[in-house]
């Protein structure tokens, strides 16, 4: 027999149940996007492996819609998505991919970090063959929480970059 007090309580412990299964998830986010240094790793080898897949639009992502780049191999300074995207529609046609060699992370509160260190790329010439890059990065990290128009629907976004070939 259904009754309003069991038609109450029922809804009571479906209320409850939603209430923790939501706490839950944002927990688990919070973990998933904490600026611990294996995470802010992660944020850097996802960077990584973004370019790997040579999709200009899916890097520009990555980056803060006023970020900055200076790139490896680039002249001049990129500030905006769009100053990024010119950068990395060039980057790509040289077909990258490359690997972390070594890397520090500094958090600065809980909202932004640095990632300083080296990282190799193979990068393909005019003539099509394969050089080797060493280069030295810095990457600043700002934390964003999600929505339908943030960057990255929340998470760390790339707020300045910078790269450089390793002097010999």
């Known amino acids: 027999m259904i009754t309003k007090k069991s038609t109450a309580l029922n809804s009571g412990i479906a209320i409850g149940i939603a209430i923790s299964s939501v706490a839950y998830l944002i927990h688990k986010n919070i973990l998933k996007n904490s600026n611990t240094p294996d995470n802010i790793r992660g944020v850097i080898q996802n960077w990584i492996d973004t370019v790997c897949r040579h999709n200009p639009e899916e890097i520009v992502s990555l980056y803060a819609p006023e970020g900055v780049l200076l790139g490896t191999v680039a002249k001049t300074m990129k500030v905006g ?79 300045s970059h910078h790269s450089s070939v390793n002097p010999e």
């Open 81 to 159: 998505q769009k100053d990024i995207m010119g950068y990395f529609n060039m980057f790509v046609s040289k077909k990258p991919c490359g690997y972390i060699t070594e890397i520090n992370v500094q958090n600065f509160g809980s909202d932004y970090a640095v990632a300083d260190g080296t990282y190799t790329f193979e990068l393909t010439n005019d003539e099509g063959n394969i050089d080797i890059v060493p280069a030295r990065f810095t990457f600043v990290l700002r934390r964003v929480v999600g929505g339908p128009n943030t960057p990255n629907r929340g998470g760390w976004i790339i707020a």
